[in-house]
């Protein structure tokens, strides 16, 4: 009884300094900006005056800035998920592979990832404008010529092509993980059964490889929604509002155009969207694991 | 599985909360602050209060503007011999400075001295504003400036100082235009047309744009506004708030709807090669280095920098050719940005002493034109060496200067007039449904709740 007792004083004692941090930056703001977002505000005079759902209506009747950033963000999504994972995916088969450099490789492919997203941000503004720039003057190839970040239809490509190139590293990390935990035992089985190589890698290592792809696919769908920082550095959604996501469409309407409750109702309506979204790729894909 | 559930709604939730929690105000600072300023109203006259000017204190200024942050540290050196006791904690930002003043006033950590842009800003700041009318700096304050800086709900007061003046226009290099056979600018859409196509013959490139940024086109914008507003017979301010109420067109005014989008195509015609990609650092590189002829959007400030690139360029000034009457190509004048005094300071008459020193002191009014080489705000001070400045000031008494348009609208208005501006160049919509949009954000974002 007394060893129960001390059990949960001790949880207690060492959970709430962390659910109090917790509470003052995530639980407490989420509460207040669910407030805000029935009102209308302008993030600066002194009194927020209630409008009920007026926000919430305005915004499902049609904002079309709104939805436009919906669009470009699940698209930007969808590129970001299937790329980042297939190239890590095929990185990591490569990189388990024994040979001189692997480790050194791994180190290389990790490195974009350490850096902070808004630094590779500016570093691939000045790549896309000065350094392109250049590369066609000593190429002549068109490629480099075209306008990456002014030409609203490639603006897409060169966001999607940063975003991947930035937290490949991290995927290639999990997915190399997840091929080192395959038990040796069954693909010597599966060779001893004559299979291939291609067999192997089809029908062993990818059903085997199922948590990681989960946990990949989650990561990189959540991080996807989320994208915000390297488009502010990059283009800041432009040109015009072409590469205008999500997350940047809310912070716009809340501080660029002093619409606090609006943008506030935006993020609630987000927090939704994403929250059902991630909610029904994880089930499914937790469905299709294969356990051994 | 509880558990999981629970552990993915909240990793789900940060995606979102992250960024609608950032700048929840602090209720304490909204309650609070009603009581202060009832309090200073009752003691509204500051010389009344007891004179504690002597004891140590701190001022606090957080302004935008970093290029004279140089300039602004010898001011405060300066300052430091006149008033010893005064410490002033001076803090700069380019980047995002508005949002980071909204943080800190809903955080209750109000700066003594902040900034925002001039005319409709001033109101939206006001209620946190000392009215500065009736203090010494009244009487040296350009009336350009101090316009722009009155309450327009109120119709009137001095709710803010400028660090500068300034003028707008295309800025010329005389020398290409010299080798062009150009003699006089060509202030006519005509005849820009014409100098475009001379220009770019002779290997010239006659526009740099820096269409990278949204606040080239509201600098571009206000010139063929104004003229808009004139050939009208009305005030400008008055066409920007039919636009806001909804009342007005774009394509009832020709000066808009045909001349303000032909210079937009001529610019980007013989402009930059990637115009959306071009920045301020480029369009000042490609003028420097002689490559381009003219630049649009820009104004006063950027003079000094040109000039580093190349000290012996030979600056031309001059207005947008917004129609084919050569008088109506005039250069704008005034005041964009306003730096408030805080009304519920606890320091404010400290403030208010280092602001009015700023403006009446002898090494106030040098310091406009010596140290930080701007258009100065304030009357008889002391003649400048700039070309932009004295070209400015000769065209202004010339031909008059027009209105600056920019500060009938906030910066909410102007960031998405230059995303929809860049959408157009970048050709994802045409002209008439640019103009639709135009008409529908600009009421939606500025017109009265």
Known sequence: MIQRQKKIVETMV???????????????????????????????????????????????QGKKEFLTSLWFTTKYTIGYVILSNLIALLLAVALTKRFRLANFFRGIFFVPYIMSMTIVGFIWKFIFTSGFEKLFEFTGWQLWNYSWLGSSHLVFYSVVFVGVWQSLGFYIVLYIAGLQAIPKDVLEAATVDGASSWQKFSRVTLPLLGPSFTTCIFMALTNGLKVFDIILALTKGGPGTASNSVTLQIYKEAFTNNNYGLGSAESIIYFLFVLILTQVVLSAFRRKEVDL | MKKKWISILLSASMAALVLAGCGGASKEAAEKAPVASNQSQQK??????????????????????????????????????????????????????PTLLKAKINSGDIPDIFASTSGKEIDVYREYSYDLTGQPLQGTIQESVADAMKSAEEGGGLYGIAIKGNYFGIVYNKDIFEECGITSFPSTIAEMKQAC????????????????????????WQHYLDAAAENA????????????????????????????????????????????????????????TGKAAMVVGQGAWIEA??????????????????????????????SDQSLHVYKDSKVLQPTLDFVNWWYTSDYGKEWFTNVAGVVPPIKGAAASNYAIINQGDALSSQKGAAALAVCYSTDSWHEVFGALIQDYIGGAVDKDATCTAIETRWKEIEGVQ
């Open chain 1, 14 to 60: 060492f959970s709430i300094p962390a659910i109090i941090l917790v509470s003052l930056t995530i639980y407490i703001p989420f509460l207040m900006s669910s407030y805000y977002s029935l009102t209308e505000w302008n993030g600066i005079s002194k009194q927020a005056v209630f409008i009920g759902f007026r926000n919430f209506t305005a915004l499902l």
């Open chain 2, 44 to 97: 509204e006259t500051p010389a009344a209060k007891p004179n504690t000017s002597e004891e140590p204190c701190e001022i606090y200024m957080f302004i935008n503007s970093p290029e004279y942050a140089d300039a602004m540290t010898e001011l405060i050196e300066a300052y430091k011999e006149v008033a010893p006791h005064v410490t002033i904690n001076y803090e700069t930002t380019q980047n995002d400075y």
């Open chain 2, 197 to 220: 196509e001379t220009i770019s013959a002779k290997g010239y490139k006659p526009f740099t744009t820096g269409f990278n940024e949204w606040w080239v086109f509201k600098h571009v």
């Open chain 2, 233 to 288: 017979g009305m005030d400008v301010s008055k066409l920007v708030q039919m636009f806001e109420k909804g009342e007005a067109k774009v394509s009832d005014y020709p000066e808009l709807y045909n001349n303000f989008f032909e210079f937009i195509d001529l610019a980007v015609k013989y402009g930059d090669d990637k115009p959306l990609e071009t920045a301020l650092d480029a369009e000042i590189s490609a003028f420097g």
């Open chain 2, 305 to 334: 920098d040109v000039l580093s690139v190349n000290p012996n360029i030979k600056i031309g000034f001059d207005g947008y050719p917004v129609t084919d009457k050569a008088e109506q190509c005039q250069v704008i004048s005034g």
